[in-house]
């Protein structure tokens, strides 16, 4: 007996000790990477000092304020439909996962970096049928390599509404506020209501007028393109069924969802894995259960991947999907399907981006991680020093340090090279690092 029991406490404390990675620290990082982002005018207690206010004029046609938010990458547009999915997937993870926040010390700022992005979208619902869904042009900011602070190229903005729709937009913008509403409701409950009120108003602009956001707005069309609405139609009506579990918002679920053409992934394009692991658990029905364990059983085994190891999908910004599977898998996991395999799996696909490649893709975590990563605001030395393009062709490494934001990653071979030159493979978005805060959220949730 006494020798069992040893055999137990020593199984069980290598479990916790042999493990190489602070889970809870790199999730208190990713959290950092979100108050580098901010637009607008910073608070007291703002932690990342080496950020100041900026773009304190964005506004609408009519002059309506529009600052605050999230900016997009290592630019400064602010798209506002990859920031509505970074801020679903936040309301999401701090919803389900509360406990993971909790253990990290940083609910709080979890909560902070929700409501950074909400109320800069309920800036934007301007109307029932009107949300500004862009502010400032791809194009033109992208001729700049300077802090935001000292920005002065022009800041258009950009409207859907009732002649001119975006039901993926509006739709995205409704789960954004409903996920979020759900995260408030014990916080602060007026904050909550008023965020049901604009995705009620939100999801009928989607449902009634029909079309392409990216079809409106033609800057976005370069750089975030919609495929197609019905993945976000669904994927807000089965939010709304949640916020409020009133039945026809279930029934525009059960009319759209057979509509929706694409493959089972999730990103900021394609709702359908989350859609799915949503309606598991507010339906109770295997038949999404199974969708998504065809699709993790194919990525765990069959997706291509890196001689290190790496599950692959594309050469850009290959962290990014990769993470967009691990949650979708970690998430099945969470609801019974193949738990022990895909949560190990998962764990090992973390860990190789972390440091067991041999190099940490996570700014500030490890020893060896990226110094010149493509991110204009962290890369530039403070005011009055020039930045431009000379600096960013230089070999300099970036003057602040962007803890916490995953890089793009490595190619097809685990080649990566630490240049801002390198946007594929060295910028950071909002984005890529939302599924990469869930995942880590359910490792520390598992005590791992
Ligand atoms: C990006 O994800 C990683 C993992 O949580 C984290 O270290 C980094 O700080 C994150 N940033 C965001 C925005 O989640
Ligand atoms: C509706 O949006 C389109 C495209 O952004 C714009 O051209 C049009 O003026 C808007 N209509 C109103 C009434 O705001
Ligand atoms: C709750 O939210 C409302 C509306 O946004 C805000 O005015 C109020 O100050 C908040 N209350 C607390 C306690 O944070
Ligand atoms: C690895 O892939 C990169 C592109 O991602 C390519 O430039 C490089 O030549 C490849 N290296 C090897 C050794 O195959």
């Given at each position: 007996m006494e020798f069992k029991t040893a055999v137990v406490i020593v199984f069980l404390s290598c479990l916790s000790c042999s493990v190489g990675y602070d889970?809870?620290?790199?999730?208190?990082?990713?959290?950092?990477?979100?108050?580098?982002?901010r637009s607008g005018k910073l608070p007291a207690d703002q932690k990342?000092?080496?950020?100041?206010?900026?773009?304190?004029k964005d506004k609408g046609w009519k002059g309506e304020d529009l600052t605050g938010g999230y900016y997009d990458a290592g630019d400064y547009v602010k798209f506002?439909?990859?920031?509505?999915?970074?801020?679903?997937?936040?309301?999401?993870?701090?919803?389900?996962?509360?406990?993971?926040?909790?253990?990290?010390?940083?609910?709080?700022?979890?909560?902070?970096?929700?409501?950074?992005?909400?109320?800069?979208?309920?800036?934007?619902?301007?109307?029932?049928?009107?949300?500004?869904?862009?502010?400032?042009?791809?194009?033109?900011?992208?001729?700049?390599w300077t802090r935001p602070e000292d920005m002065t190229m022009e800041r258009p903005a950009f409207m859907i509404n009732a002649s001119a729709p975006g039901t993926d937009?509006?739709?995205?913008?409704?789960?954004?506020?409903?996920?979020?509403?759900?995260?408030f409701?014990?916080?602060?409950?007026?904050?909550?209501?008023?965020?049901?009120?604009?995705?009620?108003?939100?999801?009928?602009?989607?449902?009634?007028?029909?079309?392409?956001?990216?079809?409106?707005?033609?800057d976005a069309n370069t750089f975030y393109p919609s495929s197609n609405y019905?993945?976000?139609?669904?994927?807000?009506?089965?939010?709304?069924?949640?916020?409020?579990?009133?039945?026809?918002?279930?029934?525009?679920?059960?009319?759209?969802?057979?509509?929706?053409?694409?493959?089972?992934?999730?990103?900021?394009?394609?709702?359908?894995?989350?859609?799915?692991?949503?309606l598991a658990t507010l339906t109770g029905e295997s038949k999404y259960l199974d969708k998504l364990k065809t699709f993790c059983d194919y990525a765990f085994n069959k997706q291509t991947r890196t001689p290190k190891g790496l599950i692959f999908y594309s050469e850009s910004a290959s962290l990014r999907s990769t993470n967009n599977m691990l949650i979708i898998c970690l998430e099945a996991a969470e609801r019974g399907i193949n738990a022990n395999t895909y949560?190990?799996?998962?764990?090992?696909?973390?860990?190789?981006?972390?440091?067991?490649?041999g190099f940490s893709y996570v700014v500030g975590i490890g020893n060896k991680y990226p110094k010149h990563a493509h991110h204009r605001s962290s890369s530039c030395p403070d005011h009055p020093a020039a930045c431009g393009w000379t600096f960013f062709n230089s070999d300099v490494p970036n003057h602040h340090m962007v803890e916490g934001a995953i890089v793009g990653?490595?190619?097809?071979?685990d080649s990566y090279i630490d240049t801002r030159k390198d946007a594929p493979h060295n910028e950071v978005a909002c984005d890529f690092n939302a599924s990469f805060q869930a995942c880590i959220a359910i490792l520390v949730e598992l005590g791992y």
């Open positions: 889970y809870k620290t790199v999730l208190r990082k990713s959290l950092l990477f979100y108050e580098a982002q990342v000092k080496w950020r100041a206010d900026s773009a304190l506002g439909f990859p920031m509505a999915f970074t801020t679903t997937v936040l309301s999401w993870s701090v919803l389900d996962h509360e406990k993971a926040y909790t253990k990290a010390g940083v609910l709080g700022d979890s909560h902070k970096a929700i409501k950074w992005a909400t109320d800069y979208l309920l800036k934007c619902h301007v109307g029932e049928n009107q949300l500004y869904g862009q502010v400032g042009l791809g194009q033109l900011d992208h001729v700049y937009l509006a739709g995205e913008t409704a789960a954004a506020m409903a996920a979020a509403s759900l995260v409701k014990t916080v602060n409950a007026t904050y909550s209501a008023t965020l049901l009120k604009h995705a009620r108003q939100l999801f009928d602009f989607a449902y009634k007028y029909r079309g392409k956001y990216s079809d409106v707005i033609a019905p993945d976000e139609l669904a994927w807000g009506a089965a939010w709304m069924y949640r916020a409020t579990r009133e039945q026809k918002y279930m029934n525009v679920v059960n009319e759209i969802y057979p509509t929706i053409q694409y493959w089972d992934g999730f990103s900021w394009d394609d709702k359908k894995g989350g859609l799915d692991l949503l949560r190990k799996e998962s764990k090992k696909q973390i860990d190789y981006m972390l440091g067991d490649s990653g490595p190619g097809s071979n």
